[in-house]
């Protein structure tokens, strides 16, 4: 039989989809990634209600292109709203657990042909072991921690996700190990809140793991997909700073540049603590690419608020910003917020965040002119290579595709936005 999976939402759900797809593939079914397939699988996102709506019209194409199909629904949407994903005639639904065991619920879907649904208590919830084989790619993505306990105000995922549950660092490890003997130049460690790692083991932390991982032989690159600035500790620093196979990269979200949307936002932060500590990893690491997030129009958020943000932003010069006009999400504390701003203001703000996100990205480029650099090839087309350094440019350059997932040294000289030309 067939399959096709459809992935929406964070680099999480990436590692899942991929853990499906190997163990699909492991018990004899084969992938369609385009066309008309027998098995569709939509691991779902619900981080705003933009995603779930697309979440929901995703399931409906699936189902419209062949009505006779197996249709499974999994993941944070089908979660918080599983009552919602049953009304479009699915197949199998699933929320934030049993992933990993996709090829047992199809086998007993063939046999019974009746719906099933498997939705479970994700505070009570122990970490769901998946093991990736091959990303068949440069990067790949190792999930080492699933939940999230901050309770930011805006934010559905901790209800999605449940409590913070993190992976055995043996089972990490050789993970590690097994995709990096298969040619992953460069590991990438995500989680719903990374940084958070280790917070349910004994006398373990997430700068213990990665004081283990760049021991592993042969791993050129370490990417932290995300952490939050206040679990950018001194034992953290310490190993960023004595370990330059973790890259020049770090996305540590802001959400907000004023203290008093920080406030209600229920982050754990002020600007000036973010701001210092900013400064003490530059110290570590002078040319490191920060980039963030940040959510316009949030509850309450006036111009002279708004315009504060902008203010921080400019005293921190990222390298990126990833900006989101605030969703309100049901059962939110953010929900019950006053002064909830107009959709014409969030579209304005984001449109002008935007623009200074992209005059901080090339400043950062720009910097960058003129020097050597090292970068790995993901992508060849019409005769040039494309791919990233360590923190994070986005190269191209004349070559051919011999060049894909080897390491390649040139010279960076001029930048062509989004890309550094390089010679």
Do not use: W
């Not at 290579?385 to 010279?411: A, P």
């Amino acid at each position: 039989m067939t399959f096709q999976i459809c992935t929406l939402g964070c680099k999480v759900n990436t590692y899942e989809s991929n853990v499906m797809k190997d163990t699909l593939e492991n018990a004899g079914y084969q992938e369609q990634p385009e066309g008309i397939a027998d098995i569709y699988i939509i691991n779902t996102c619900t981080v705003t209600d933009t995603s779930a709506h697309k979440s929901l019209k995703v399931i409906r194409q699936c189902i419209r292109k062949n009505p006779q199909a197996i249709i499974i629904a999994c993941g944070c949407m089908t979660q918080i709203e599983p009552e919602k994903a049953k009304k479009e005639g699915i197949s199998i639904l699933l929320g934030n657990q049993y992933k990993s065991q996709i090829v047992s619920f199809i086998e007993q879907y063939q046999k019974e042909h009746q719906p099933i649904v498997a939705i479970s208590n994700m505070m009570e919830c122990s970490f769901e072991n998946m093991v990736l084989n091959n990303f068949q790619r440069t990067r790949a993505f190792v999930k080492i921690e699933d939940g999230c306990e901050n309770y930011c105000s805006y934010c559905i995922i901790p209800y999605a996700r449940g409590k913070v549950r993190s992976k055995d660092p043996q089972d990490a490890l050789k993970e590690i190990q097994l995709l990096v003997n298969q040619g992953h130049h460069e590991i990438v460690l995500t989680g719903i809140h990374t940084g958070h790692y280790g917070a349910d083991l004994e006398h373990y932390n997430f700068a213990m793991l990665l004081k283990e991982i760049v021991k592993i032989k042969g791993l050129e690159r370490l990417r932290i997909s995300s952490i939050e600035i206040t679990e950018l500790d001194e034992e953290v620093l310490d190993v960023i700073q004595n370990n330059p196979i973790i890259v020049s990269h770090l996305h540590v979200p802001l959400q907000s540049g004023s203290n008093t949307i920080l406030k209600a936002m229920n982050r754990k932060y002020d600007k000036e603590y973010f701001i210092d500590k900013i400064e003490k990893i530059r110290a570590i690491r002078p040319d490191i690419s920060i980039t963030t997030d940040i959510i316009v129009g949030f509850p309450g958020e006036t111009e002279e608020l708004f315009a504060e943000t902008l203010d921080t932003v400019d005293k921190i010069q990222f390298a990126k910003i990833h900006v989101f006009p605030f969703s309100l999400r049901k059962g939110t504390k953010a929900e019950e917020l006053p002064n909830h701003v107009s959709e014409e203001i969030k579209k304005e703000r984001v449109h002008r965040l935007m623009e200074k996100s992209k005059e901080l990205e090339i400043a950062y480029m720009e910097k960058f002119i003129g020097q050597p650099i090292t970068f790995i090839p993901e992508v060849y087309r019409d005769g040039y290579v494309i791919g990233h350094t360590g923190n994070y440019l986005l190269v191209k350059c004349l070559g051919s595709k011999d060049l894909l997932h080897q390491s390649v040294e040139r010279t960076l000289m001029k930048v062509e936005y989004p890309y550094v030309i390089a010679n």
